[in-house]
């Protein structure tokens, strides 16, 4: 089955930048949309960004717009999420997830994403 992977959490502090990564394996298909979650401590996971398979279409959350960048590489199977001028209030784990989608459709909503990473923590100090 499919495998999503999450890397590129740390400590940063306010004002920094992050860039996640998130590698997928195990397809059996070839359309899908890939997008990136947060929780923090007491919150329910929310959506941060999504792109499609082509990269030609994008949605973000009100409070990543301007400041977070997703993009996806085809060749790697590897959707990234750059993050700069990062909040404390971002502080989160950052959760990846795939959709299996003949269309071009970003949901915000977690339940219909099929596919899990296990999370990359990512921590910023005032």
């Known amino acids: 089955q499919v495998q999503v992977v999450e890397s590129g959490g740390g400590l940063v502090q306010a004002g920094g930048s992050l860039r996640l990564s ?3 394996s ?3 298909f070839s359309t899908y949309i890939m997008g990136w979650f947060r929780q ?3 919150k329910e996971r929310e959506f941060v960004a999504g792109i499609s398979r082509s990269g030609t279409n994008t949605r973000y959350a009100d409070f990543a717009k301007g400041r977070f960048t997703i993009s996806i590489d085809n060749a790697k199977n590897t959707e990234y ?3 700069d001028s990062l ?3 971002d ?3 950052y959760y990846c997830a795939e959709k299996s989608y003949s269309g071009t ?3 915000v909503d977690e339940t219909v994403y099929d596919y899990w990473g ?3 923590q990512v921590t910023v100090s005032s």
């Open 40 to 42: 923090a401590p007491g």
């Open 105 to 107: 459709y970003i949901s």
């Open 81 to 83: 999420l750059q993050m």
């Open 22 to 24: 998130c590698a997928a």
């Open 91 to 93: 502080t989160a784990v």
């Open 26 to 28: 195990g397809r059996t």
């Open 118 to 120: 296990r999370g990359t």
């Open 87 to 89: 909040k404390p209030e």
